[in-house]
């Protein structure tokens, strides 16, 4: 994907209202942080609804075959998810709780696909008697135990291989896999081994191999449709879905090389270029950039009569911008040269702190110069941060901020950890407020214990 501007422009999201408060759709958000609290997560329903068929028709118009799966373990709140299913979304489940949560919310049996490293009995069970549409398998292990489930119920399942074709090309990543033992070659095969894997598949009763899946879906067009093509000919197995997974959407990543850099930088006297880098984009010149390419590739490797479909799973890309996290300044203090902005919601809402989100004033105008500051959450531990050295405009005590881009892997990630989580709050269409979540308290943190 193309770096660029981001589809989440904060002049786009938000207005700014007759006293200076940030609003989205006609709501002061100011006014919501009184009445709901801080911390607040908030959904925009126009933005998450506005990135499905962003995403979805970009690559339906160049590819008609097309399915969009939601993956709905970036964000398996209800609301969120019937929303998508009444924009014509499918779901890709990757646990029995995502499962559950896509029937709570009315998804057909075949608009699911089964994924995931570990699949128990009782998860492979209720799949094949819901009759999903397809069960991507991960191992060998796998594979015979989900015919000899499908045996046992007397049906056959339509499953994808799923093949890991991903690649390290930066010497520093390199060098980081290399030292957590690869970490993504735990998932699916390798190019050699799944071609044992569909040969083994083929000849199970109980089974019929129709798919294959991979993720992330960078480059991997180029590597996996070749591959594809030898299946079909040399094995004559029928590939009839293609599933390039997701990772569209990502927000600039940190991590201890870059700290590193900085800390030198700053040595030398030499601006930080800690947020220099851009979002990658998600616009729908970009989207549609992408599904140019990927379906010419599939059209010249594939096409004939009988086409395949293609499959797509994102998650980020869809409720990533649509979710924001209000949160409120509680104190401000220097310490170890740098200042520290101390506010109330922190890794326990947003897990991942290397993610380089935007962040605004919400309570009021804010104007240069900019300073540098670490935002912290206050939890007690050393790295509850949710942002490292971000240049910000200078911030007071009493403050509410909004961390954008909240949406995705923060309220399915969120923890008890000495504060109950947050409410989420629905702005409709018509920019309505509709609690869709309630705010957890003491109690339901409690509530399953048991005392002895």
Known sequence: MAQGETNLEPKEQFEILN??????????LVDLCDKYGTPLFVIDEARLRENYRTFYDAFSKHYPKTIVCYSIKTNYNLAICKMLRQEGAYVAAASGLDLYVARKAGFPPKRVILDGLYKSEAE???????????????????????NRIAEKIGVTQDIGIRVNVTKTQVFTRKLSEAIFCYPASRFGFSLETAWLAFKRASKLKNL???GIMTHPYQGAADILLPYIKRIQNELGIKIQYINFGGGFAKNPTLNNFDLMMDFFRKKLGLRSKLDKRKKESVTRVCLERTSKIIAKAVKQKLGGTSEPTIIFEPGRAIVGSAGLLLLQVNCIK?????????????????????ERREIQIVNRETLLPLETVNLVGPLLYTHDFIAIKKRLPKIQEGDILVILDSGAYTLSQSNQFLHPRPAVVLVDLNGRLVKIREKENYEDVLW?????
Do not use: C, Q
């Open 19 to 28: 006293n200076n408060h940030l609003g989205i759709r006609g709501v002061d």
């Open 124 to 146: 492979l069970m209720e799949a094949l008697k819901s009759n999903v549409l397809l069960i991507n398998i991960e191992s060998f292990s796998e594979l015979e135990g989900l």
């Open 208 to 210: 019929r191999v129709t």
């Open 334 to 354: 220097e310490a170890g040269g740098y200042k520290w902005v101390v506010v109330d919601g922190g890794t326990n809402l947003i897990p991942d702190y290397w």
């Open 448 to 452: 399953m214990d048991r005392e002895v």
